[in-house]
């Protein structure tokens, strides 16, 4: 490791253990609609008004549920309709998630990128959690995707502290280092302060432990296998890692050369975007 990657490794494992890192708040809306939810008898109407406040997001849900993976015979063009097909649940989890991606603004186009490149890939491991969850596991999808969605949420924060610490921008061997060393942490400690359930706060700590084992299925294996899915036949280091010996592809009962299989997760990758 660079002599700089460890000084800012060292600095923000200090800031982290000293709460003196400035972590960003959910958006009121994204607590809105949480609260929205808490309610069992929320009605699909009163859901649609909180969503309904932020365009950009309504826009957003209504094209998942035209995505491949849940489209049916006829195109959803409303959001009511739209809540209607995904269940409150999962309306709820994926706006909640879906808020995130407004949380963190680039100033630099290094950074901008970096963060597309994050959002790109938690979007496709959130599509494919939640098919995964659906098919192989008697967890909630909504949950699933959710998890997909924020596996790497700690890297963000690691981005938005290079923007004002440009030797470290200028070294991406070090900003690399940085980011693969301590986003589990923060992605752990960000979940945490956004009070989110407790078995997805352990996600971003534990879905890179290959050797993980658990008394049952939980959203750390359906993200994990996602994980895995998601960066076969790429140039990643993750690529390189045996499915047959990750304990959650066996828990899940998943055969990593199932074609058909391939097929049904391949479709799933596209569905939030």
């Known amino acids: 490791m660079t002599e700089l990657a ?3 490794q060292q ?29 069992p008898e929320i009605s699909v109407s009163t859901l649609s008004k909180v969503i309904g406040r932020d365009t950009a997001l309504s826009a957003r849900l209504i094209k998942v549920v035209n995505s491949p993976l849940l ?24 706006a909640i998630g879906l808020v995130m991606e407004q949380i963190f603004n680039a100033r630099s186009e290094v950074v901008e990128q970096k963060m597309r490149d994050v959002w790109r ?7 494919v959690s939640y ?18 969605l924020v596996h790497q949420i700690g890297v963000l924060p690691i981005l938005t502290y290079a923007e ?11 900003l690399n280092h ?22 997805l706060v352990q996600i971003p ?35 390189r890692i045996d499915a047959f010996s990750v304990p959650a592809f066996k828990k899940l009962g998943i055969d990593p050369d199932n074609k058909a299989m391939c097929l049904d997760l391949e479709e799933s990758r596209s569905m939030l975007y």
């Open 71 to 94: 489209r049916a015979a006829q195109e959803v063009t409303d959001l009511h309709t739209a809540i209607t097909r995904l269940g409150v649940n999962y309306s709820s989890n994926l």
């Open 6 to 8: 460890q000084k800012v």
């Open 131 to 148: 098919a995964l969850c659906r098919s192989y596991s008697q967890l909630k999808p909504d949950q699933a995707a959710l998890g997909g």
């Open 205 to 239: 700590g534990q879905y890179l432990d290959f050797s993980r084992q658990s008394s049952r299925i939980d959203y750390v294996d359906l993200v994990q296998v996602a994980t895995l899915y998601c960066h076969k036949d790429t140039e990643h280091p993750l690529s």
């Open 164 to 174: 004002d610490h440009y030797e470290l921008l200028s070294d991406p061997v070090s």
């Open 121 to 127: 890939r938690s979007l496709e491991v959130a599509g």
């Open 178 to 199: 940085v980011i693969e060393r301590i986003h589990p942490l923060l992605g752990d400690k960000l979940l945490r302060v956004w009070e989110f359930p407790e078995q």
């Open 11 to 39: 600095d923000l494992l200090e800031a982290i253990g000293n709460d003196d890192l400035v972590l960003p708040t959910l958006p009121e809306v994204a607590l809105q609609i949480r609260q929205a939810a808490e309610d």
